[in-house]
């Protein structure tokens, strides 16, 4: 029996039965599950119904319709429900005047205090038994009735009816049918032309679509049919109306040809077309490269034309069309024949320019519409914003935006989608977010996939998966979006960014295996292969890339780059990655991207192998694949790593730096962006500051900052933390210790502005590493203002901020403090807590190997050995003592003892609270402490006990061992 009887037993006690009720009826209702039979539930219906003018309390009708339900009995049910909650003898509602009814069926008036599960169990009862004529009586009585007051109740009743049909498996087309006329009598219309603002009434039937298979084929005609059938029966009114609203549903679930077949449908039958119509079947069009009938469905319904989303879509088809030429001839042509264009016209020519980043002409014809008193249209502000972005001027593109709302103009999905690119582009997440937040309440029908992916994917940046899979949930319950492989191979790359590894490969399991999507599933096997790849699983990657070719998996330029990623990395054959490469560079069917030069680039700058770097630079030129900073880097590198190992000057690396500049700036460089990376300065700046003349490295960022004055937009190039950390090794090279103060402050207060963002609710890994390699300048300048003392703060800071210290700092720290008396403390502190240990580990493995090595007579291997035998990479400190730091600091501590008043104290306090490091510093004779004899005599027990047991102990943990003993 169903769970829910227990609970109704449970109520059924608390009912007050009234006077007269037989014992048996409620000795039925009472009697425990395991005893329930149809034969009960025929005896009580029975008698319920045979009483006709006996009207019952709630608490007895409730427990009575449920009692029915929960045995099935879905004919007493709605016996039952008929009787008791509608009032008898009240004139019935009027049905639709197309059926032939012989005899009207009478409904009465709902009853007050009839509640909503009530309501619904009775409706679900008919759908049971297949009451379709009673059950639009019913419904139409419960509009009638309710809709003014209780719509809501009204929508609940209908989507539980709906949802009910759809569970027991009745025809789609019947489905369908009754929500249109349910939704005809509650609103007027069935006519919707956004989601978010009608998910009440949408949702089911979005499930229906998403969900039932007559929507999964293509080529399926189930919508034809039943808009025929509307015609047929309703006429061609409601048929439009529903057509409209399946072509909203169709469109967002990307059902592309249904929906074509939708408007067909409402073309050959001169059904009206409305706004919402035409902008689907654009989007439709774009959507599957038919620009050509994008452009010329627009053209053809001028009556359904709006200066919104269709614009994007129009947009889209002239730039993928390359129509650009012919609109500036004919914008040009209205000025040789005297005549003035109109903003519809200013607006077409500007975005053809925009599309090239040609943003001063746009910027001159949106002056000349100004001066002619003409206000900016839709198009006109959008060719604003593309210009700026497409010419890397992110600054200005914020200022842009700020025009819509000026000017009163509704931002469309291009618009948006614009702007959070811009925000990519500017790392800022933070503002991402806020603007997802702006068009969520301001335009949430312009929410799309493709939004909420752009966003995700920044996460990955600051590696965040909280928020990007908290993004991802909210598109598919709060904006009922289907997920692509766009938005779950943005998911899974977060996770992998985030060294999450086995998270990412439980979306592909989920999104490619149990649940494929329906679009770009190639992107989750991509973002699958590198997941293996950084495993080091070469097994699963190769059962992987055979799975794709099995099935015959439409491959593009990411799968290339997983390739070429798993070739160069985990199997080491960068001859077959190279040539893989180059028969790529050749294929009509795949473009050859810098990305995929990229990954071999790297690979050959940590071989070393400089001149293959320069030779695929010299395949791009050769094949015309534009150059990303990147594969500037790289380039730039690896000149100046052949001309420090030549030991020449670096004049010529300089000069080809500053050529590269010049033709970024002046668009003679063939680049994918329009501006460089800061990284390409900053490394040859720290080169030029260590092994060359420090003032050349000033002159190089100076030509940079002129030349890019706009780089990236950021508040000053110098605000990059790669220029910054230049900056600091450059001050640092020429002893400028007060500009590297400030530089460092700066620095690091950039760090913890980052760390102390609203979006920072995980540690950022990149963000971490940011620390690397600085701190021994930084004990430079402390040395040089006698100011060691700040070290032990800044290093708590740097803790509370999360950042990573390199092993060589941490050393080049302690014996920095280990010098001074007044911190020679602090860096015993940092030594027994942080360091002591990866050094005792290095000592036990080395002393196990030796011996492994010398005695042959042990068959088996210590435990910490057959672990590195199994995994060498493990059982490897990041920071450990180094031996000579080790001596430093002993020496140091030497001489501090000997200046101690109380040499025996001092030792004493020293083991209780640095008892790791003390035992190390104490297994062997301090002969250098003139009072070594009394410290012998003094901790001889302790002493021996570390010189036997090799483990460390404090003095007070030893005292309470020999009062155990």
């Known amino acids: 029996m169903l769970k829910c009887t227990s609970s109704l037993l449970h109520s059924a006690t608390k009912i007050k039965w009234p006077p007269g009720r037989p014992s048996r009826i409620k000795e039925a209702l009472e009697r425990s599950g395991s005893d329930y039979s149809a034969r009960d539930s025929g005896l009580v219906a029975k008698y319920y119904l045979s009483h006709r003018n006996e009207e019952l309390f709630v608490d007895e009708r409730r427990l009575l319709l449920n009692w029915l339900h929960a045995l099935k009995d879905h004919k007493n049910v709605f016996l039952i429900g008929k009787k008791f909650l509608f009032d008898a003898g009240t004139e019935g509602p009027t049905l639709h005047q197309n059926v032939d009814y012989k005899k009207r069926v009478q409904c009465g008036r709902l ?22 004529i009673l059950l639009d009586a019913f419904m139409e009585e419960i509009i009638a009735q309710q809709s003014i007051k209780n719509k809501i109740k009204v929508i609940k009743i209908i989507n539980s009816v709906l949802d009910r049909m ?144 269709q614009f994007d879509y129009l947009l889209l088809a002239h730039s993928k069309l390359r129509h650009w030429d012919a609109l500036q001839k004919e914008f040009d042509g209205l000025f040789g024949i005297g005549e003035l264009p109109n903003i519809n016209q200013y607006g077409i020519i500007m975005n053809a320019l925009a599309q090239v980043g040609e943003v ?23 060719a604003l914003l593309i210009a700026n972005f497409e010419s890397g001027n992110f600054s200005a593109c914020l200022t842009q935006f700020e025009y819509f709302k000026k000017y009163g103009i509704k931002p469309t999905s291009l618009t948006y989608k614009t702007m959070l690119k811009v925000y990519r582009n500017l790392a800022n997440i933070d503002n991402a977010l806020k603007m997802l937040k702006q068009m969520s309440k301001e335009n949430p029908e312009c929410v799309n996939e493709t939004h909420i992916s752009i966003v995700i994917s920044m996460c990955s940046k600051t590696t965040n998966p909280l928020i990007a899979q908290e993004l991802f949930d909210i598109m598919i319950n709060h904006y009922s979006i289907s997920p692509t492989g766009r938005s779950v191979s943005s998911l899974m790359k977060v996770y992998r960014s985030s060294s999450l590894l086995g998270k990412s490969l439980q979306l592909f399991k989920k999104y490619a295996v149990k649940e494929p999507v329906s679009e770009n599933i190639i992107l989750i096997y991509n973002e699958a292969l590198r997941a293996y790849t950084d495993l080091g699983d070469s097994e699963n990657y190769d059962r992987l890339f055979k799975e794709i070719l099995d099935k015959n998996i439409k491959v593009e330029e990411g799968f290339y780059r997983s390739v070429l990623h798993f070739m160069a990395t985990l199997s080491q054959d960068l001859e077959g990655a190279k ?37 695929l630079y010299a395949k791009m030129n050769e094949y015309k694949i534009p150059v990303s900073s990147k594969v500037l880097f790289y380039l730039i590198k690896a000149n100046f790593e052949i001309q420090l190992n030549s030991d020449s000057n670096l004049d010529s690396s300089i000069n080809f730096v500053n050529n590269i500049l010049t033709n970024t700036a002046n668009k003679t460089l063939n680049m994918t962006v329009p501006n460089l990376h800061p990284a390409i300065i900053a490394y040859p700046m720290r080169v030029l500051a260590k092994f060359d003349n420090p003032s050349k490295s000033l002159q190089l960022l100076e030509n940079y900052s002129n030349l890019f004055p706009n780089t990236n937009n950021r508040a000053s190039i110098n605000d990059s933390f790669s220029v910054m950390r230049s900056l600091l090794i450059l001050c640092a090279e020429v002893n400028e210790w007060d500009d590297f103060s400030l530089v460092f402050e700066k620095y690091i207060d950039k760090i913890e502005h980052h760390r102390n963002l609203p979006s920072a609710t995980t540690p950022n890994l990149y963000l971490s590493k940011l620390m690397l390699g600085l701190l021994k300048y930084k004990v430079e300048e402390c040395k040089q203002k006698n100011s060691i003392d700040q070290l032990p703060k800044l290093l708590e800071r740097i803790k509370k901020l999360g950042l990573e210290v390199d092993n060589h700092s941490i050393n080049v720290i302690v014996t920095a403090l280990c010098k001074d008396t007044r911190t020679i403390m602090q860096s015993i502190n940092i030594v ?48 450990y003592l180094k031996p000579d730091t080790l001596n430093v600091l002993s020496e140091s501590l030497d001489s501090y003892l000997n200046d101690s008043d109380d040499i025996i104290k001092a030792v004493r306090d020293m083991i209780n609270k640095n008892k790791y490091f003390m035992k190390t510093y104490l297994m062997h004779p301090r002969n250098n402490i003139e009072r070594w004899d009394s410290i012998k005599d003094e901790f001889k027990e302790y002493l021996e006990y570390i010189q036997t047991n090799k483990r460390s102990i404090s003095i007070d943990e030893l005292n309470k061992l020999k009062d155990q003993n």
């Open 832 to 879: 027994n807590n942080q360091l002591i240990h990866g050094y005792n580990l290095i000592r036990k493995t080395r002393l196990l190997q030796h011996i492994s090595k010398e005695n042959h007579i042990y068959k088996e291997k210590s435990w910490l050995l057959q672990q590195k035998e199994n995994n060498p990479g493990s059982f490897i400190p990041k920071i």
């Open 360 to 382: 001063e002409s746009v910027e001159k014809l949106y002056s000349q519409l100004l001066r002619r008193n003409m206000l900016p249209s839709l198009k006109v502000l959008q």
């Open 111 to 132: 009853r007050d205090d009839a509640t909503l599960r009530e309501i619904r169990t009775f409706m679900n009862s008919m759908v049971h038994e297949k009451k379709g």
């Open 166 to 309: 759809v569970t027991i498996g009745l025809p789609t087309s019947e489905v369908v049918i009754k929500w249109a006329k349910w939704m005809t009598l509650l609103n007027g219309d069935c006519e919707f032309y956004t989601y978010i603002d009608n998910k009440v009434f949408l949702k089911k039937l979005l499930y229906l679509i998403k969900t039932d298979a007559n929507f999964k084929d293509p080529s399926s005609s189930v919508c034809i049919d039943l808009l025929q059938f509307m015609m047929d029966r309703q006429g061609s009114t409601v048929a439009a109306q529903l057509g409209t609203t399946l072509m909203t549903l169709l469109s967002r679930e990307a059902k592309y040809q249904i929906a074509e077949g939708v408007w067909k449908f409402k073309i050959v039958n001169n059904l009206p077309i409305v706004k919402s119509d035409l902008t689907n079947i654009m989007k439709a069009y774009c959507y599957t490269n038919n620009y050509e009938k994008a452009k010329l469905v627009h053209e053809e319904h001028e009556e359904a034309h709006d200066e919104n989303q």
């Open 579 to 615: 040539e893989t490469l180059m028969k790529l560079c050749v294929d009509p069917s795949v473009k050859a991207l810098p990305s995929h030069f990229e990954i071999l680039m790297k690979a050959y700058m940590k071989r070393s192998n400089y001149k293959e770097v320069i030779n």
